[in-house]
C-alpha cells in the first residue's frame, strides 16, 4: 500500500478509534497491522479493542507486541499494568509500570514531564470512562482521582467523580471518606 494511503487509513482508524467506533476501527487496524514497519499505537489501539471487549489474553500480548515496537510506548505500559493488576499478576504489573515510570523519569531529565504526565492523566481518564460507561462507579471514581492527581487542571475530571459519587450510596462508608477527602 502507498505511504499516502496508509496514513489516511491510519487517520481513519484513529479517528474511529478515539470516537469509540471500535467496530469500523479495528479492521482498519488489522490491515495496517499487517504492514511493514510496524507503528506502536496500532497494536496499542487494537489491545485496547480487545480489553474492552474482555479479550485479556490478547489485549496482553497486543500490548507487549506494541511495547516491543517501541518500549517507550507508554499508553502501553500504562494499558498492560493495569490488565496485569486487574488479573492479580501483581510482580508483573509492578515491573512494567517501573518500567514506565524509569522512562518518565528520564524524559522528566530531559524536560519531556508534562507530556508524560498527561499521558497518564489520559490514560486513567479513559479507564474511568470504561468503568463508568459500565456502572463500576467506585472504580471509575478511583481511575479518575488518579488523573486528578496528574493532572489537576482537568476540569471535565471533576464533573466525572462528582457523577461516581452521586451514583455511590450516600451511607456508604467508602463514599463518606471520599467526600472528606474532597472537603464536601
Known amino acids: 500500500m502507498l505511504q499516502d494511503d496508509l496514513k489516511v487509513l491510519l487517520e481513519t ?6 470516537k469509540g467506533h471500535y467496530k469500523l476501527a479495528e479492521p482498519l487496524l488489522m490491515q495496517l497491522q499487517s504492514e511493514p514497519n510496524p ?13 474492552d471487549k474482555g479479550q485479556l489474553k490478547r489485549a496482553i500480548q497486543l500490548f507487549k507486541q506494541s511495547l516491543e515496537i517501541d518500549p517507550e510506548f507508554t499508553d502501553s505500559s500504562v494499558g498492560l499494568s493495569i490488565i496485569l493488576n ?14 514506565a ?18 499521558k497518564f492523566a489520559q490514560k486513567h481518564t479513559e479507564l474511568g470512562d470504561l468503568y463508568l460507561s ?16 496528574y493532572n489537576p487542571t482537568m476540569a471535565d475530571i471533576q464533573t466525572k467523580i462528582d457523577q461516581c459519587l452521586a451514583a455511590l450510596s450516600p451511607h456508604d462508608d467508602l463514599l463518606q471518606k471520599q467526600l472528606d477527602s474532597l472537603n464536601f
Not at 41 to 49: E, G, R
Not at 87 to 92: A, H, I, V
Open 101 to 118: 515510570y524509569s522512562i518518565m523519569k528520564q524524559r522528566q531529565k530531559l524536560g519531556k514531564d508534562a507530556f508524560l504526565t498527561q
Open 134 to 149: 459500565n456502572q463500576f462507579y467506585q472504580e471509575a471514581l478511583d481511575e479518575f482521582q488518579k488523573a486528578l492527581k
Open 13 to 18: 482508524a484513529q479517528d474511529h478509534f478515539n
Open 39 to 51: 507503528r506502536p499505537d496500532v497494536p496499542y489501539m487494537l489491545a485496547s479493542i480487545a480489553f
Open 86 to 99: 486487574d488479573l492479580g499478576r501483581y510482580e508483573e504489573a509492578k515491573k512494567v509500570f517501573e518500567d
